[in-house]
């Protein structure tokens, strides 16, 4: 089976696995960024490891528009002409049915990509299956995330994110299908160029946006209610919330900084921590129309800078920073990230707490420079 490799969090996972292709959301070593993957000045050092990473380890990768640094990364890896890349366009206005519409119209050129590379169009109750499927993971692993360390939980993300089992490895209980697409083989494969769902004509779109407006309460970000964002376990220190963008393997060492320097991570706000999973699906919509309740789990729904307006992200950040009592903010950000510098900007008017702009490089022997302004800003907080 091909894999898919990502990283942004509006790529849906249960899309690709529907397609009969493995997704795989990766968190790069930016150890591995090779030299000849674009300039090194001015290119975010994410980008770089992410696009070297992929580049060489999947079938196919998939970047988004969600900043302009992934979408120059994908021009690169597009050039070397090595492996397929898609770049898909996720548009930073969400509030319109336009562009909804667009989004729901690039999952499904995407779908035509996965095609293309070897997968198979699901019917829409396959697609259907898969997302309850991915539905109940996600709602296992927000259940052991709350009794976990900011940093074990961080990790169970990622681990998540590549495809394994949250809990003990087996599969979630009430499942309605199995987790074909992540294990290598299928008792029900997805027929080739079925009939995709009917109700995803513009006049069906139209009716939904109503359906989504008046159901826009519940499925705005405050209702992620379950998701343990604010930790309870190793609770001594000064609570710290940590917000920005990805993290890459080895950035748990964060979470180790700020422990030693008095702190805990009360809040993980990052791109890879609980605050980018999608809204957990409405069970009715999932079986009347569930192409279009991906939109709105996803689309609708996930709070971040790139957002115009950003008021997802701030509405999120106003419930969580005071469920965690996070007495400072660590705004995590690689060096040339212009999206979460702005951020941090607007974070220290947005709240009355001190603000950490923490810029790094990924290179582990730059960490130290890190750790040092995460010491110097517990010593604020005590
Ligand atoms: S860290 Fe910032 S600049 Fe880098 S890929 Fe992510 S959003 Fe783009």
């Known amino acids: 089976m091909k894999s898919v490799v990502y990283s942004s969090p509006f790529v849906p996972a249960e899309w690709i696995a529907a397609h009969g292709v493995r997704p795989m959301r990766l968190r790069p070593d930016p150890a591995a960024a090779l030299p000849s993957t674009g300039p090194l000045m001015g290119v975010c050092p994410y980008a770089r490891a992410f696009t070297s990473e992929a580049g060489t380890s999947a079938g196919a990768v998939i970047f988004t528009t969600t900043c302009d640094q992934m979408r120059r990364a994908a021009e690169w890896l597009s050039l070397e002409g090595t492996t397929p890349v898609f770049l898909m366009n996720v548009p930073a206005t969400w509030q319109t049915p336009a562009a909804a519409r667009l989004y729901r119209d690039e999952l499904q050129r995407l779908g035509r990509f996965l095609v293309a590379l070897g997968g198979a169009e699901p019917s829409r109750d396959r697609l259907a299956a898969t997302m309850e499927t991915y539905d109940a993971r996600r709602r296992l692993l927000r259940g052991d995330l709350a009794a976990m360390t900011a940093r074990g939980a961080s990790e169970a993300i990622a681990r998540f994110d590549l495809g394994e089992e949250p809990g003990n490895g087996g599969p979630p209980p009430g499942t309605a299908a199995p987790l074909m697409t992540l294990r290598g083989g299928s008792p029900d494969p997805p027929r080739r160029n079925a009939a995709s769902s009917q109700s995803l004509t513009p006049a069906g779109a139209a009716g939904r946006e109503t359906r989504r407006a008046k159901t826009e309460t519940l499925r705005s970000p405050t209702s992620h209610v379950e998701e343990p964002a604010a930790h309870k376990t190793a609770a001594s220190g000064a609570a710290v919330a940590v917000i920005g963008g990805p993290l890459a393997r080895g950035?748990?060492?964060?979470?180790?900084?700020?422990?030693?320097?008095?702190?805990?991570?009360?809040?993980?706000?990052?791109?890879?921590?609980?605050?980018?999973?999608?809204?957990?699906?409405?069970?009715?919509?999932?079986?009347?129309?569930?192409?279009?309740?991906?939109?709105?789990?996803?689309?609708?729904?996930?709070?971040?800078?790139?957002?115009?307006?950003?008021?997802?992200?701030?509405?999120?950040?106003?419930?969580?920073?005071?469920?965690?009592?996070?007495?400072?903010?660590?705004?995590?950000?690689?060096?040339?990230?212009?999206?979460?510098?702005?951020?941090?900007?607007?974070?220290?008017?947005?709240?009355?707490?001190?603000?950490?702009?923490?810029?790094?490089?990924?290179?582990?022997?730059?960490?130290g420079r890190a750790a040092n302004r995460i010491q110097a800003f517990m010593e604020v907080l005590k």
């Open 251 to 367: 950035d748990g060492r964060l979470f180790d900084a700020l422990e030693k320097a008095g702190g805990r991570v009360a809040l993980d706000g990052t791109e890879s921590g609980p605050r980018t999973f999608p809204a957990p699906f409405d069970r009715r919509r999932l079986r009347d129309d569930p192409l279009m309740e991906l939109v709105d789990a996803y689309f609708g729904t996930i709070p971040d800078a790139f957002r115009r307006p950003d008021t997802l992200l701030y509405q999120w950040l106003s419930r969580e920073l005071a469920a965690s009592a996070a007495r400072g903010i660590i705004v995590w950000r690689y060096v040339w990230c212009d999206m979460w510098a702005a951020a941090a900007a607007r974070l220290r008017e947005a709240t009355a707490l001190p603000v950490l702009d923490l810029d790094v490089t990924g290179d582990a022997s730059e960490f």
